[in-house]
């Protein structure tokens, strides 16, 4: 598996969690990068993405100003910061690329559906 997610645990509301994501062969390191979620009995849910160079970012709706996301392409990671979670937060996160509109250092993806590429998830459970 060439992306990675990792970092999941349970915690509760109000805290705070760091999920990493691999790109363990380095393959994806000059694309844009994005996070999405997938609850149980629900559909794919956009989380945000970044820019490959780091420089732009975007997010849902759901987890503006709470979530973030930074990159490292030194090191071919990429993380998600969540702060203040909510027991709606719980899904299985995933890590994604958008392989085909990657070009420009500042285009950053604003949908699932631009993460066409993605590995396995981790699953972050967040209890009232």
């Known amino acids: 598996v060439q992306l990675q997610a990792s970092g999941g645990g349970s915690v509760h509301a109000g805290e705070s969690l760091k999920l990493s994501c691999s790109d363990s062969e380095g393959t994806y390191s000059t694309y844009a990068k994005g996070w999405f979620r997938q609850a149980l009995g629900k559909e794919r849910e956009f989380v945000g993405a970044?820019?490959?160079?780091?420089?732009?970012?975007y997010y849902g709706d759901s987890v503006k100003g709470r979530f973030a996301i930074t990159r490292d392409n030194a090191e071919n990671m990429v993380y998600l910061q969540m702060n203040n979670l909510k027991p709606e937060d719980t899904a299985v996160y995933y890590c994604?690329?958008?392989?085909?509109?990657?070009?420009?250092?500042?285009?950053?993806?604003?949908?699932?559906?631009?993460?066409?590429?993605w590995g396995s998830g981790t699953l972050v459970t967040v209890s009232s």
């Open positions: 994604g690329v958008d392989t085909i509109n990657s070009g420009s250092g500042y285009y950053t993806p604003d949908s699932v559906e631009d993460l066409d590429t």
């Open positions: 970044i820019s490959w160079s780091g420089r732009g970012t």
